[in-house]
């Protein structure tokens, strides 16, 4: 079934520093959703995008879809000890009734 | 509203026995979901519901087994545990599908010695 690769798995950078996940797909993707996991917790939804080559922001936070829709990322602009966590992107599978999420990428920020 | 609930929160089982987790949602939502997380590998859907009494499978649905008898309840049952089902289990629901807000509920912690 559609697989989204994402990456890096971890990442590590001081607080006050940018930080940047991305998500690859080898086909075309109707819509791409992101979520956050904090520590010993659920997802939580952040964004779906649709269109090609969409750009949303939400505060320090901005995400982008490819204009193939093949890929996303999501960028966080000077990081704060509150974005620890870790950030999932997720697509609709070939069943276009089941939702495949990436592996995630695990975000530490030291303070 | 409570959203999605999850009980239990943590189960320790023996190789072989049986459980049911649970999971409910007050959204009235038609889509509900299961998924299974292990270190390094993301969420993996287990099962899924369209609405009462339609359920099909996800990526991994050896083992498991679902009802979906009303719109508020989805169940996960374990028929005979086995140490690769150490996991943690979510539970999800949308308004009608895949392409809306995905709730998860706190998850449940289980350990299949």
């Known amino acids: 079934g559609q697989q989204v690769m994402q990456i890096p798995q971890y990442q590590h950078v001081q607080e006050g520093e940018d930080f940047t996940t991305y998500c690859n797909s080898s086909?075309?993707?109707?819509?791409i959703q992101w979520y956050k996991q904090r520590p010993g917790g659920h997802p939580v939804f952040l964004i779906q995008?649709?269109?090609?080559?969409e750009v949303k922001k939400q505060k320090r936070l901005t995400f982008q879809f490819g204009e193939a829709k093949k890929n996303s990322s999501l960028h966080i602009t000077a990081t704060q000890t509150t974005d620890v966590g870790t950030y999932f992107c997720?697509?609709?599978?070939?069943?276009?009734?089941?939702?495949?999420f990436g592996s995630g990428t695990q975000l530490t920020v030291l303070p | 509203n409570a959203g999605v609930t999850q009980t239990p929160k943590f189960q320790v089982l023996k190789t072989g026995q049986s459980m049911t987790l649970q999971c409910a949602q007050d959204?009235?939502?038609?889509?509900m979901s299961w998924y299974r997380q292990d270190p390094g590998m993301g969420l993996r859907l287990i099962h899924y519901?369209?609405?009462?009494?339609?359920?099909d499978q996800g990526e991994v649905p050896n083992g498991y087994n679902v009802s979906r008898s009303t719109t508020e309840d989805f169940p996960l049952r374990l028929l005979s545990a086995a140490p690769s089902q150490t996991s943690v289990y979510f539970c999800?629901?949308?308004?009608?599908?895949?392409?809306?807000?995905?709730?998860f509920g706190p998850g449940t912690r289980l350990t299949v010695l």
């Open positions: 086909t075309t993707l109707s819509n």
């Open positions: 999800a629901s949308s308004v009608s599908g895949i392409y809306n807000e995905q709730f």
């Open positions: 519901s369209v609405g009462a009494g339609i359920t």
């Open positions: 995008l649709v269109k090609s080559g």
């Open positions: 959204m009235n939502h038609e889509y």
């Open positions: 997720a697509a609709p599978s070939g069943s276009a009734r089941q939702l495949t």
